[in-house]
């Protein structure tokens, strides 16, 4: 029987796996590790030896530190605003605010983002290949173009999507943009 960390451990590995929308197959085919290796591994049936964590987080692009936190880590039913962390692009004038940050227990993830007037951003891929988002206009106007499908946001606007390739977020020229991202 797998101590309560080893369970977590598996079950964070196969939700790594399904959130990037690889199979058995081709996960073996990055790490290097056998299929039946991994099926057992995410069926809680064996515990991950160094070497096949190892490789599994070179698969992922993770350190082992970074996926041990994401199993041992809590999380606070309450955040309150003074504890959401803000970071600021000073070049573009982008703000993001976790409003709801990660957790290894939950699912979804909440941002608040402000776009100064004008402010034009382009990211040529997803951090997550394939992930939904929920934008949800606040205030302002957005231009965006996801999968090169382009959309015009006003206030009360929500647009959904699972992004797979670029993404173009332009800030209308007097008011910017303030919206809700929900990443799933």
Request: proline fraction near 4%; include cysteine.
């Amino acid at each position: 029987m797998l101590d309560n960390l080893s369970l977590k451990v598996s079950e964070r590995l196969k939700n790594l796996r399904k959130q990037r929308g690889w199979t058995l197959g081709k996960l073996a085919e990055l790490s290097g590790v056998s299929k039946a290796t991994l099926s057992r591994l995410e069926n809680g049936d064996v515990s991950p030896t160094t070497d096949v964590l190892g490789r599994l987080c070179a698969a992922y692009n993770m350190s082992l530190t970074r996926l041990i936190s994401q199993v041992e880590e809590t999380f606070s039913p309450v955040i309150r605003r003074s504890e959401q962390v803000e970071w600021r692009d000073p070049e573009s004038g982008f703000t993001r605010r976790s409003v709801s940050p990660p957790a290894a227990a939950l699912a979804a993830e909440i941002l608040e983002c402000r776009l100064e007037a004008g402010v034009h951003l382009t990211y040529d891929r997803p951090p997550v290949d394939g992930q939904e988002h929920h934008l949800i206009m606040l205030d302002g106007e957005l231009k965006m173009s996801v999968d090169e499908q382009e959309y015009a946001l006003k206030k009360g606007d929500c647009l959904r999507y699972q992004l797979f390739g670029p993404s173009d977020f332009k800030a209308g020229d007097e008011a910017g943009a303030c919206y809700l991202l929900m990443l799933l």
